[in-house]
């Protein structure tokens, strides 16, 4: 599969995940969310090094064990079997979010449902949905120092989900520095400012963009 | 010297349990689940609790027991997935939930077993977690006031302790143990193994045995796994 | 030396150290403050298991080492070289002090300079003399279960330490459960009783602590 | 792998330094303090410190020799005895001191490196530690509010750590080593000796290494201790 395959879609899931990867820099502390978030690990830039954080209280995850590796002891936040790595380190969930709130972790990239025009985020419950709770989502994104959004740019309905405001239960108020949409990305260089559209797929255009968004930014 | 061992889950909680008692739990999913003594409350028939628990386990694993039995009142919990019994009593309004974003929960445990009755944080401000809570600003930033929890009991899941009460922890089975454990009036732990005093490394205590008031060997273990994930070897 | 001989004097600092011990109970941790307060230690009736704390980061504090053991990493609060225990567990300043905090000490043995009637502690600066700082007192005064103060009846210059209110900056309001003197002991149920006195040294008056006393107290 | 070791103190506080900047020490009396940036910091010649340091060293070690060359505006801290020139510039009002309970100096290390902007304790109430700070009542308790710290730079003493900067500590002098280390924008640590990738046990790390910015060895110490207090060994 190359990028030519996708010229008219955007990208793939593990396009967006790579895409996120490039704002890696070397040396990080990541926390990756569930779901496109994870595969950014698998695209790490070669030569670098970056250290995952699982909020379950491990600092440095390995890749998943094999089969006769499996350990219940050794899971991740999104309780999958990992392994460790020569560098890891263990603590309490105490511990991990002292390290998550206290702004020790570099870069968080999670899912969303919506992101509004001003960076709220709303990635964790549906009203009239079974509420599983919030996990640590909103300690991450109150925490970490730069929160990327990866999200398909239109939900199933082909509504956008980059909005003006929120309709959903907010996860986070003025949150989000970068939005990662199968189409484009948006950014912005700080919380008072607005996003600005940065990059989109190939073969998409700003036009398309504009068409499916109807948050306000800057292009 | 003082015993702190038991023979068991039942007789280390003897004397304990109270209709209406909170406790705090530790684990992560069904990761480090003080699986004996959850069996033990299970058994001993107390009601109306309030458990503050990252998870609330899964349909008829670790806490989801007690839910079955309708032993539960509340639960204070982050992520409470993966468990119908739960959603059922749940969406039928029999049991109240109060959720706390996990980083919160795992420090109000903290603060709880510290002496700390409340701390402000900037998780949850601007969302339904903040409803009804006091909003102060810090060098013009909002946080809100949470409270520190102290419970009736802890339960936890270490790996190894020694005689006196000194406990270890194994990988990520560590979570939220440790605070759940600083958290109870008293604490009482399961492990999988108990060693003689002078075994463990002074210098790697994850819990002094000041917090461990009763003890207990629960093994053998066959610890459950939520999501088995594995990778190919590949081929030489 | 036998207690006949302090008949006259009351008890000296061993035997308030000792009276001191009698509070102690098996399976308890404690800790205990410099000056009297350390010869506590010596005093633990055999057969109990009593865990003394230091608030610089460890539980299970040993005997002053031999000559050729000591070791500058391991040191008490009070900053002299000790050594550690087969049970001695070490932690950090901020764990430590959750600890203390959080009530989860038995008991702790501090000197004081004054006590007042309602339980108030005055026992760590003088005005006028060089300030040297609190130190963990407050902290201990705050949140261990019991605190016992240890000190002198009257001071040098003859006056009562047990007062009805405390002339020097306070460490700790309404905070102690009993005093122990060279004299007597004085003892109250709970934070809204007044002291009462229980105990006379050897050939001590009540009428004798009586003069020596300005707090009011219940005989 | 992003390079964390520098040969030296002075290289490793490169670029860090400036008058006026707030500085969290580890170390308690002399046990466990930062003996080689210390030294650095005194070369560096930068001015107006603000010290967060449990103590403040004695005449002419640890904190002491800033203190003697002047750079300390103001420390805050718990104890500080043992220390002539200290007195002096003290009694004189050419050095300012925030007195603060030893426990609570530590939890607001903690607090400032845990995101936690303020939290409530039972320490000081009533006292002149409570003077100026909000009171509030917790089920029927007064509290009073204390501030995290979060300091520019955080100066830590560790015994071993790996290349990728896990740090361990050795016996009491871990003491306010780890809660400093949390509290700076960034931390830098000497060690005893730096050990390969691998060499520490991952459930024995005090400081995972995300902490520790920068590493340097400062071997041989010849480590200093204020009162040396031994027994007699009894006669077989």
């Known amino acids: 599969m190359t990028a030519h395959d996708h010229l008219t879609n955007g990208w793939d899931r593990n396009q967006m995940a790579a895409r996120a990867a490039r704002e890696l820099r070397d040396g990080y502390y990541v926390n990756l969310g569930i779901g496109i978030p994870t595969l950014v690990a698998n695209n790490v830039p070669a030569g670098m090094t970056v250290t995952l954080q699982s909020e379950n209280g491990m600092l440095g995850i390995g890749p998943f064990p094999y089969a006769d590796e499996v350990d219940p002891d050794l899971i991740n936040a999104g309780k999958q079997t990992i392994s460790q790595l020569p560098q890891t380190s263990y603590f309490s969930s105490a511990d991990s979010f002292a390290m998550i709130r206290g702004g020790h972790i570099d870069l968080a990239v999670l899912g969303g449902m919506e992101v509004s025009e001003k960076g709220d985020l709303a990635n964790w419950m549906v009203p009239g949905k079974m509420i599983k709770g919030m996990g640590g989502a909103m300690d991450l994104v109150a925490g970490v120092k730069r929160i990327i959004v990866v999200m398909e740019h239109v939900s199933k309905n082909g509504d956008p989900k980059f909005i003006p405001e929120c309709t959903l239960p907010l996860t986070g108020k003025n949150v989000v520095d970068m939005i990662i949409t199968d189409l484009a990305v948006f950014e912005r260089p700080d919380h008072n400012s607005p996003f600005k559209l940065v990059e989109m797929a190939p073969g998409v255009s700003a ?3 504009r068409s499916k968004t109807s948050a306000q930014y800057v292009e | 010297m003082a015993k702190k061992i038991y023979p068991d889950a039942a007789s280390a909680l ?21 699986e004996r003594l959850i069996d033990a409350i299970q058994a001993s028939g107390v ?6 628990s990252n998870n609330a386990g899964i349909d008829n694993e670790g806490l989801g027991k007690l839910l079955r039995t309708r032993q539960v009142k509340k639960m204070i919990s982050s992520y409470v997935g993966e468990n119908k019994e739960f959603e059922r009593q749940y969406l039928a309004g029999e049991l109240e939930v109060e959720f706390c974003p996990q980083g919160t929960l795992a420090e109000r445990m903290r603060a709880g077993g510290a002496g700390i ?4 944080t900037k998780t949850g401000v601007g969302t339904q977690v903040a409803e009804g809570k006091e909003v102060k600003s810090f060098d013009g930033e909002d946080y809100i006031l949470e409270r520190g929890i102290r419970a009736d009991l802890a339960i936890i899941k270490g790996w190894k302790a020694d005689e006196s009460g000194n406990l270890i922890f194994r990988k990520t089975a560590r979570n939220f143990n440790q605070p759940a454990a600083t958290s109870g009036k008293i604490c009482v732990a399961e492990v999988e193994e108990i060693v003689p005093v002078g075994s463990l490394d002074p210098d790697c205590i994850h819990l002094p045995s000041i917090y461990v008031k009763r003890l207990t060997c629960g093994a053998p273990y066959d610890k459950k796994i939520e999501f088995v994930t594995t990778r190919e070897r590949e081929s030489a």
Chains 1, 3 share one sequence.
Request: aromatic share 12%; glycine share 20%.
């Open chain 1, 207 to 209: 036009e398309e963009v």
């Open chain 2, 14 to 34: 003897e004397g304990l349990l109270f209709d209406g008692m909170t406790i705090s739990a530790g684990g992560f999913g069904l990761c480090g689940i003080p």
């Open chain 2, 47 to 52: 009601k109306n609790l309030t458990i503050a």
């Open chain 2, 117 to 120: 009755p409340g701390f402000y």
